[in-house]
């Protein structure tokens, strides 16, 4: 008998596959009258509630949620804990917005009780916008990931994060050494990989910051230890490629510049990818890298429109990032709103069910948790949330209108945010209540 059995009723939609592989009919499963059984923190049972029920004992404790749909919870495959404090920073593309804005920021975590605030307030902020899983970019302080791991191990989440590896061309009081990084890295891999629900990712923050010694020391790292990550930026800005061939003449773009240190493989995944060539998009494919996807940050920043059909045409996994400070919002509902209109912008259309499937299945496979976390079926995690449909006036009148689960699910991302996420479970327990 499990320790703690629960039951949770309400519709009930989740992923289970991609469709551009499979079509979008069979890329989902739907239960308008939905039950979902929780054993012990993982998903036991999944399906019709007038199916289930008379499998389960009459005394099992069922939470019945009206006007609301079960989903996995949110996977954020990109974003910046020690950028909280600078989202929606004023009037700047990449490199002079992370001279301006992002450096002076980050150059605050090397201090404890700063650390340990925003991680709370970070993780905070997660939960209310229903992500469960995110992979993290630290600053250049061991501090900043310690107060992050601390405080998500508390809530038993499973979330990745790295130190920044960084030691030239930013502040000098924000640098590390190769070495230092090296050494910084691998007491943080030793402390935390592993340790629960969490992952590390090694995070050269992006070629032009790194000397070769320290992006051969990335890589020495991925060799080193077993199902590491490895997150980084690229192709995200033309002025940020122009320094890259310029910083390294000898190779032959900027992929291969991470190419060329080893940085490549299925537990990497690069952030932006907008101005990728066919060549690019095929060696990661190749090699099993991923694609984070960041529409808030790529308009906001004025970086330009990622080309998914691109990514689709060469199967490159793609998972969905906020890229929050740069990204201007926690919601993954809100940055496939943006992602819609990407999409819009190119001619082409973002479906409700492939949006689904990017800010869920498509995230876990981009992180190869897709075993764990990013649909419910029996074996996974049991993360998930309950959004209301009646989260806001608009939201309630327009929801009433829907006529199918295609146009509900729709609505919820164009019209839903951080409201519209009533309830978020962790492990089966309840880490976030409106
Ligand atoms: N490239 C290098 N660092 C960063 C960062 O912090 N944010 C974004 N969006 N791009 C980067
Ligand atoms: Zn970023």
Redesign the pocket.
Known sequence: MPLTRKAYRAAILHSIADPAEVGIETSYEYFEDGLLVVDDGKISAVGHASELLPTLPADIEINHYQDALITPGFIDT?I?LP?TGMVGSYGEQ?LD??NTY?FPC?SQFGDKAHADEVADIFIKELLRNGTTTALV?GSVHPQSVNSFFEAAEKLDLRMIAGK?MMDRNAPDYLVDTAESSYVDSKALIERWHGKGRLHYAVTP??A??STPEQLTLAGQLLTEYPDLYMQ??IS??LK?IEWVKELFPERKGYLDVYDHYQLLGERSVF??GVHLCDDECARLAETGSAISF?PT?NLF?G?GLFNLPMAEKHKLNVGLGT?V???TSFSLLQTLNEAYKVMQLQGARLSPFKSLYLATLGGARALRLEDRIGNLRPGSDADFLVLDYNATPLLSYRLKQSKNIAETLFVLMTLGDDRTVAQTYAAGALVHQR
């Open positions: 990109h910046h950028q990449l917005w992370l992002t980050e970019f920044v923050r992006f032009p910051t980084t930026h995200e800005n940020e952030a932006h960041c940050s920043l970086s890229d400070g740069g990204g």
